[in-house]
């Protein structure tokens, strides 16, 4: 059974900190690498992803990839109220040829 | 350019009854996807079709749910009969390349 693990939360942190999203998986032949972000009652909506070990970064969201760990985080620099939501963590596992398997999400709340 | 459309947004039904959900992709989206997602839980898969063809439909249960996409665009998903397990919310999603979903808002069952 091919797993994507995330912390429920919710995760809290003040306006301007910076948050930290976690996510281990099980399929050690996964490919590439996802980051949803979902408003309450309403659907996912991209906003990473990464294919390669290392870091990417796209304005506040740095998205981290360590393969050998199984292990993908997602940074949010400068939390604004705005990003409350719940993040979704999605793995495309190798041979799924695009299936991508979702954790359950980590909910954030952002303090002003 | 106009998104993934899906409808109805809400359908509430009593257990027994049939029902059908409608999606319209992205235009030039060969990939369509119907996910059912519980609430506090990430989406879950329930068939992806490429073009016409449904090439992963393992997860649907087929006892009771149908879909079929006629001519790779549009594409219907029916249940019947409806349990009361069945509440949920059903997202179509499409995409060009594998892992960069575009949801639509979603449908929302209620099955009492």
């Known amino acids: 059974q091919k797993e994507v693990e995330q912390n429920s939360g919710p995760l809290s942190v003040p306006e301007g900190a910076i948050a930290s999203l976690n996510c281990t998986y099980s399929d050690r032949g996964s490919q590439s690498f996802f980051w949803y972000r979902q408003y309450s009652g309403k659907s996912p909506e991209l906003i990473m992803f990464i294919y390669s070990n290392g870091d990417k970064e796209d304005g506040r969201f740095t998205a981290q990839l360590n393969k050998a760990s199984q292990y993908v985080s997602l940074l949010i620099r400068d939390s604004q109220p705005s990003d409350s939501a719940t993040y979704l963590c999605a793995v495309n596992p190798g041979g799924s040829q695009g299936n991508l398997i979702f954790g359950k999400g980590t909910k954030l709340s952002v303090k002003p | 350019e106009a998104g993934v459309v899906q409808s109805p947004r809400y359908k509430i039904i009593e257990k027994k009854q049939p029902v059908a959900f409608w999606c319209n992709p992205i235009s030039g989206h060969n990939t369509l996807y119907w996910y059912l997602q519980n609430l506090g839980q990430g989406p879950e898969l329930l068939i992806r079709?490429?073009?016409?063809?449904?090439?992963?439909d393992s997860q649907l249960p087929k006892d009771r749910f149908s879909a079929e996409r006629l001519k790779g665009v549009d594409s219907t998903l029916k249940i019947q009969p409806a349990e009361l397990g069945d509440s949920a919310v059903y997202l179509c999603?499409?995409?060009?390349?594998?892992?960069?979903?575009?949801f639509g808002e979603g449908s929302r069952l209620t099955v009492l």
């Open positions: 999603a499409s995409s060009q390349g594998p892992g960069e979903l575009f």
């Open positions: 079709y490429e073009n016409e063809e449904a090439v992963d």
